[in-house]
């Protein structure tokens, strides 16, 4: 069941319904999740440059440089080289991008969950992704779909709408008594409540297990979220120092908590949308001050990122149009082919056993984080390392790797690739989640021996109940 | 060598979690080798994966090997590098338990930290200059690695069972058409060892930072 906070029409946030409030903005974290790893899983970072070089010189020996003139084989060299190294970097950029926002968004459902957990009790983050689609921000003026799509233009916009600093146009048509135009604004709401109600340190029960920093667990830098520049050498995404997740143990941790997730998010002072004859438009000129999220200023907030992988998308279009016309899009180089919107229940059998395997491990995520709120540092340390990254990296990505490789005919008659749909997977009470996670991996494995190698690392996670009081005595979470 | 040899748990690895399933000693049983993350970092005679070094630091590679970041089975057994937090990544190869130690071993030549003060630098010539530091604590004399800079990537490539580096950002050997590969590890390389000095102290300081 979702928060209907915001549905329930309050004017405004306060101790009785300060729960609430916080629950919603845990949910409103968590269903950006699901739409940036469908467009990243959408992205095949590394293509193979060969060929793509070789698709560009096919086209460009078709072309004629100026009327009644072809292009040398020397000039289709050179210019099939420069395109198609542009593809590389771009669709690592792209990826390693929106990866980087994907982190902090996790990080933000933390943020969140220790603020809830400090001052309201334990945060619920399981079966909380949107059940359908497109989702619509609860509450948020004006409303706006959120799909589940591959990375486009449409859907980069899309992004920049839920990270935007400003609020949309059209946003004062509708009124509703506790009306945010902004996730900053939203969370500018908790704050207030939290400047007037909560200043004794006695509100703040920092007994109840929080997620702690300098624990590595949501590390701001790795391998995924950096790329290679033309020139191959390593560009990062994200600025170690723009936040890590902060104890909340009275009122400046808290707002200290809240304004980090809005400085990552949308950032405070950034430019925004840009109005142009009545519509938000993407502005392409520069990015401002606000645009950067941390201290050594070389990090840009969301919406910024997305702003400009918008702009270098744009760009990487213009200059393919150049040489090879109208008819040639880049973006089918480097993007697979995904469905809007896709449920596994509508896959044929095979992609279907795959798919729900890969829905129980995104769900066990959230199963294990929300565990961590019951348990204390050292079972925290291991859900997480042995649980949560191991899950992330090694058992999701290689699925979500491994999904693209079969093709099904969708309802509309084409043929799509599978992608991974991040459906909330609902355990059952009467076994473990892990437990039911093997069995599932022996179904999907039976049925597409390609993700056998996966069995170890299945069997390797840590045993976390659905709920603590489902926990057998002395079960071990490491079993 | 498989990790099982080196008596950390049975495949399923249950990790430091779980008690161990210990097997009656015979005369056959081999000694356990200590556990180290590359070439070079090796403490002892035959020490490496195999078994034919001559002294400390001469190894010609890890004593097992594993893919990446949560992946391996004992303590010693992290790479670092291109996963785990600041803290993690000033401590290759001296991670205190299983799954933790950040990154795959063994630690390719042209392998750069992700996090803290080593960001974009060497990793292997951090876990050497580690190593050395503990050597010359333990009153050890080391003698210098095979390859100066660890094992390239290219020569892990060719030894059984291939060689996988960890990530989805693609080959860190590699060109789009602009650059020279061994050009740009080589630069990478002098860069890290030029700044070392002050790496080291930087580590030092991590795990004091707010």
């Known amino acids: 069941m979702l928060s209907k906070f915001l549905a329930s029409q309050p004017t405004e946030v306060t101790p009785e319904n300060f729960s609430e409030a916080m629950q919603q903005a845990i949910e409103i974290e968590i269903a950006t999740i699901p739409v940036y790893l469908f467009t990243y899983y959408s992205i095949n970072r590394t293509p193979d440059q060969n060929h793509i070089g070789q698709i560009i010189k096919t086209q460009l020996l078709s072309k004629e440089k100026k009327p009644g003139v072809l292009y040398t084989q020397q000039e289709v060299d050179t210019i099939a080289k420069e395109l198609s190294a542009k593809i590389m970097v771009f669709a690592n950029k792209a990826g390693a991008s929106i990866l980087s926002v994907v982190i902090e968004e996790m990080l933000h459902m933390s943020l969140s969950s220790n603020v809830k957990q400090a001052l309201a009790g334990k945060p619920q983050l399981v079966n909380k992704v949107p059940p359908v689609w497109p989702a619509y921000l609860p509450g948020h003026e004006p409303s706006f779909p959120i799909n589940r799509a591959k990375l486009s233009f449409d859907q980069l916009y899309t992004f920049m709408q839920i990270e935007s600093p400003n609020k949309l146009l059209e946003a004062d048509k509708k009124g509703s008594p506790l009306p945010y135009t902004t996730i900053g604004q939203f969370y500018g709401f908790i704050e207030d409540c939290i400047k007037k109600y909560f200043k004794g340190a006695e509100s703040y029960d920092s007994r109840r297990p929080q997620l702690v920093p300098k624990m590595g667990y949501y590390a701001q830098n790795d391998i995924d979220t950096l790329y290679y520049n033309k020139e191959h050498k390593p560009k990062f995404e994200n600025a170690e120092d723009s936040g890590d997740l902060i104890h909340v143990i009275d009122q400046a941790s808290a707002l200290k908590a809240l304004n980090e997730i809005v400085e990552q998010g949308e950032g405070h002072h950034g430019p925004g949308f840009k109005v142009v004859g009545g519509k938000d438009c993407v502005d392409c000129q520069r990015f401002g001050e606000g645009a950067y999220d941390d201290k050594k200023r070389s990090e840009l907030a969301h919406f910024d990122k997305f702003n400009q992988l918008w702009c270098e998308m744009q760009q990487l279009d213009d200059e393919f149009k150049h040489y090879l016309g109208d008819d040639f899009d880049p973006k089918t180089l480097f993007i697979n082919n995904f469905e809007t919107n896709p449920n596994t229940a509508d896959y044929p059998d095979i992609i279907q056993k795959v798919s729900n395997l890969t829905n129980a491990v995104s769900s066990y995520l959230y199963v294990m984080t929300e565990a961590c709120y019951s348990a204390e540092q050292n079972t925290q340390y291991e859900i997480f390392m042995f649980g949560i990254h191991k899950s992330m990296m090694w058992i999701l990505g290689s699925l979500c790797g491994e999904l693209p490789n079969m093709n099904y005919i969708g309802k509309d008659g084409l043929q799509y690739q599978a992608a991974p749909t991040f459906e909330n997977y609902v355990f059952s009470a009467s076994s473990s989640p892990k437990a039911q996670i093997i069995d599932l991996f022996n179904i999907a494995a039976s049925a597409y021996p390609n993700i056998s190698y996966l069995k170890d690392r299945i069997y390797d996670l840590p045993n976390v109940p659905l709920e603590g009081y489902l926990a057998k005595s002395e079960q071990a979470i490491l079993a | ?210």
């Open chain 2, 1 to 210: 060598m498989s990790a099982n040899q080196n008596g950390c748990g049975s495949t399923p690895s249950n990790g430091c979690g779980s008690a161990p399933n210990p097997t009656k000693p015979t005369d056959q049983t081999p000694a356990p080798k200590e556990l180290h993350a590359c070439m070079g970092l090796n403490a002892c005679k035959g020490h490496d994966r195999f078994g034919t070094n001559d002294c400390a630091g001469m190894g010609y590679c890890a004593t097992q090997q594993h893919v990446c970041h949560t992946l391996n089975n004992c303590r010693g057994q992290g790479g670092c590098g291109l996963y785990g937090d600041a803290a993690e990544q000033c401590r290759p190869g001296e991670n205190d338990c299983a799954f933790q130690g950040s990154c795959a071993t063994p630690i390719q030549a042209e392998r750069i930290s992700t996090m803290g003060a080593n960001t974009g630098k060497s990793v292997w010539l951090l876990a050497r200059e580690l190593f050395e530091q503990r050597m010359e604590k333990a009153k050890r004399n080391v003698s210098p690695s095979p390859y100066k800079n660890g094992p390239p990537q290219k020569w892990l490539q060719t030894l059984d069972g291939g060689y996988d580096s960890c990530g989805n950002s693609g080959d860190k050997y590699c060109s789009f058409g602009f650059n020279d590969p061994a050009a740009n590890a080589q630069e990478m390389i002098d860069k890290s060892r030029a700044e070392l000095k002050y790496t080291l102290e930087e580590c030092h300081c991590e795990k004091d930072k707010d």
